[in-house]
């Protein structure tokens, strides 16, 4: 008799298993689809660039640390540093703000502008 009970408490507990794992892997996946900006639509400096660089970056990059991200000093030192080159895809400021370091700290929004700035030819408009 107690091997039955055993027997059959082993499988319920083979009959639970795999039920648990049908049921987790047939739920619903949701997914997150991060926003995404017109990559056609222009993305100026002043407006949009710098205001990333005031809110975000200055607490290290405000003339301390390189590259000087400060308002007045932030466009010429990116295009004379080398910070920025085509394709933005592997622009040294792009790339250092996707790494590991930095990419918690901009939002998918902001990363955008960056990129698409610089595909648009960094200018300082």
Same mark, same amino acid.
């Given at each position: ?7 059959? *408490? ?9 039920? =648990?794992? =049908?049921? !987790?892997? *047939?739920? +619903?996946?949701?997914?997150? =689809? ?44 990116? =295009? ?8 933005? +895809? ?7 703000? !996707?790494?590991?370091?930095? *990419? ?22």
């Amino acid at each position: 008799m107690n091997k039955k009970v055993n027997m059959i *408490s082993q499988i319920l507990v083979a009959v639970f298993v795999i039920a =648990t794992v =049908t049921g !987790i892997s *047939s739920c +619903e996946k949701n997914t997150y =689809t991060p926003p995404t900006i017109n990559p056609v639509d222009s993305v100026h400096f002043e407006a949009d660039v710098q205001p990333i660089f005031n809110s975000i970056c200055l607490s290290c990059h405000g003339a301390v640390k390189a590259p000087d991200l400060r308002d007045g000093y932030s466009y010429a030192y990116l =295009t004379t540093h080398g910070y920025v080159t085509l394709p933005g +895809e592997t622009s040294p400021l792009y790339v250092k703000l !996707i790494g590991t370091d930095h *990419s918690p700290r901009t939002s998918d929004i902001q990363k955008q502008k960056i990129l698409i700035w610089i595909n648009q030819g960094a200018h300082n408009n």
